[in-house]
């Protein structure tokens, strides 16, 4: 017996010994975003039934993220386990690595260790090693024979602290599943944001036990515009859907367990319509019907509205007139019992309240807001709207959170403690930088997905306008150069926006955003220093064999095909 079980070691050591002056390719190390520092070395490590992983026991989920990982792709039945010392995949803590989401990645051909500051590094040296292993791990059908990965020893960490993704839900509505696919892409991309667009004029997304006519009536609409804005016809057919608390409480955890923070928004003091049809009180003028615009609405739309109900769900996109009433207790009463059931949900620090695209013509006409005007010494409605998000933010910080806002809170005043998102360029991020506010920069020129990609647009799919290309996200450097090196401090990072009102499948969420956030998981993980366009599309290349293999649906004509 113990014969047997010398010739055994012998036969794994010598299985790993043929790997251990193997010379590897360029092509072994194409990863995105790019590392701080990459060495080449000789050799490579086999997966085989000897693979172990053993580490700390604070990196359990790490551990038993990347054990599964490595038996789904090589067919073996590899454990991480917390209590030994014997394992040739070291995952451990490291506290003189300095960012705390840095890590370092070592491999030879008869160990690995990944190391990091905290489970974060850790988890990101994965996501460096999975890109190290062949695209054909990726595959939920097949395994990968002879799985190695090549020698290399990486050091590294991220240029900037919030590296984040957007998704409207509100346009269009997608389900769980999708979600955590979502979810999956930020991670691969060792982004670590996902702000998560709740509400809007066109449906009301989360599930508000106090409220539940929020999705009763405000998840759905009786029809939707066919074309671009403002529509050829209505398409006549009821659409929605919503997120129970239980649904919320489920993707929270799954990002949780990958190191993405999500970050829910809910809308006000605009794009509320879908709050407003629900409780119309919420509005300056209940009884005011919802505007159609150019007789593109349901049928059923306009037969609520002849039969006595005049608010219903836009069907329509664009900026809507009708808004929250700021001059009434009831509105701020109704917003501070929904967050009092959506702050709980949500560990993040930020809750984001929106605050764009707020018209004033009701406000100019109703004598409440006129009135609480007088009452509060506000000299126009651009006040009026700062003490509205003024009041929210003190509500929320009371809860132990921070609001986070679109440029437009800037009008009127910023709200003390609030980080603002420069989206319509970054004069507004450059603008609160220098008052001291935190700042996500993410500019519609650079930043905004649901732009086309190419200017042929004939054979691209229906999109808002504009155009944002793989090249453009590329160049973008969030550092703006009118700040000085002190205002820099307070550009925490960046985010790509997906906004949904074209994108009315899974598919074409995917086409739009690969493989744009691919390019801005690189400005905001890499240095500007070590950027390279033409190494970058090298490496692009590269990870799209991963995408093919994931049957993702990404805009392949960006990418240059060797």
């Known amino acids: 017996m113990r014969s047997i079980i010398v010739f055994l070691c012998l036969l794994s050591v010598s299985c790993s010994n043929k790997y251990k002056d193997v010379i590897t390719a360029a092509e072994d190390y194409q990863i995105i975003p790019k590392p701080s520092t990459l060495?080449?070395?000789?050799?490579r490590f086999l997966i085989d039934d000897n693979t172990k992983i053993v580490g700390d026991s604070s990196l359990i989920t790490e551990g038993d993220y990347l054990a599964e990982m490595l038996s789904l792709s090589s067919g073996e039945n590899i454990?991480?386990?917390p209590k030994s010392d014997n394992g040739n995949i070291i995952l451990?803590?490291?506290?003189?690595?300095?960012?705390?989401?840095?890590y370092e990645l070592k491999v030879a051909y008869n160990e690995?260790?990944?190391s990091g500051k905290t489970s974060k590094g850790v988890f990101y040296?994965?996501?460096t090693l999975r890109q190290l292993m062949p695209a054909s791990i990726e595959s939920k059908d097949g395994l990968t024979k002879e799985l190695t990965i090549p020698a290399v020893s990486i050091k590294d960490s991220p240029r900037y602290l919030y590296r984040g993704m957007h998704l409207d839900?509100?346009?269009h509505f997608f389900p769980v599943s999708f979600v955590k696919k979502y979810i999956d892409l930020i991670a691969m991309h060792k982004m670590n944001a996902f702000h998560w667009h709740l509400t809007e004029d066109q449906g009301w997304r989360i599930e508000i036990k106090k409220y539940p006519k929020l999705t009763e009536v405000g998840a759905w609409r009786n029809g939707t515009i066919v074309g671009h804005h403002p529509g050829t016809s209505n398409d006549q057919k009821k659409y929605g859907g919503f997120y129970t608390q239980e649904d919320i409480k489920e993707i929270v955890k799954y990002a949780s367990e990958r190191h993405v923070t999500v970050i829910p928004e809910i809308e006000l003091p605009g794009h509320g319509g879908a709050a407003i049809a629900s409780y119309p009180f919420l509005s300056c003028f209940p009884n005011e019907p919802t505007k159609i615009y150019k007789d593109m609405g349901s049928i059923k739309g306009k037969e609520l509205q002849a039969n006595g109900t005049p608010k219903i769900v836009y069907e329509t996109w664009g900026v809507i007139d009708d808004v929250f009433c700021a001059g009434q207790e009831e509105t701020f009463e109704f917003l501070e019992n929904v967050l009092a059931e959506i702050i709980p949900l949500f560990p993040a620090q930020y809750i984001h309240i929106g605050g764009d695209e707020c018209p004033k013509g009701n406000w100019k006409k109703c004598s409440k807001c006129q009135q609480t005007m007088v009452e509060k010494g506000l000299k126009n409605e651009?006040?009026?709207q700062s003490y509205f998000i003024q009041r929210m933010e003190k509500y929320i910080n009371s809860k132990g959170k921070k609001i986070i806002g679109w440029e437009e809170i800037l009008e009127g005043g910023l709200a003390p403690n609030a980080t603002l998102m420069s989206w319509r360029g970054t004069k507004g991020g450059i603008t609160a930088a220098k008052q001291k506010h935190d700042v996500i920069m993410t500019p519609k020129q650079y930043c905004y997905f649901d732009y086309y990609q190419s200017k042929d647009r004939e054979n691209e799919p229906l999109a808002i306008g504009g155009l944002t290309t793989v090249f453009q996200v590329y160049s973008y450097n969030p550092a703006p150069e009118e700040?000085?090196?002190?205002?820099?401090?307070?550009?925490?990072?960046v985010q790509g926006n997906v906004w949904t009102e074209y994108m009315e499948t899974t598919d074409s969420v995917e086409y739009m955003l690969l493989p744009r956030m691919t390019a801005l998981s690189e400005v905001v993980w890499s240095s500007e220093e070590g950027k390279n366009w033409n190494d970058f599309q090298q490496r692009l290349n590269y990870i799209s064999k991963r995408y093919d293999v994931m049957d993702l649906n990404y805009a392949k004509h960006s990418i240059k095909k060797e």
């Open 39 to 43: 060495e080449v070395l000789k050799g």
């Open 112 to 114: 690995i260790i990944i």
């Open 382 to 384: 651009h006040e009026l």
């Open 79 to 81: 454990k991480f386990d």
């Open 169 to 171: 839900v509100a346009r």
């Open 125 to 127: 040296g994965i996501q």
């Open 92 to 102: 451990k803590i490291d506290d003189a690595i300095t960012n705390n989401e840095g």
């Open 483 to 493: 700040l000085t090196q002190e205002e820099q401090k307070y550009i925490l990072g």
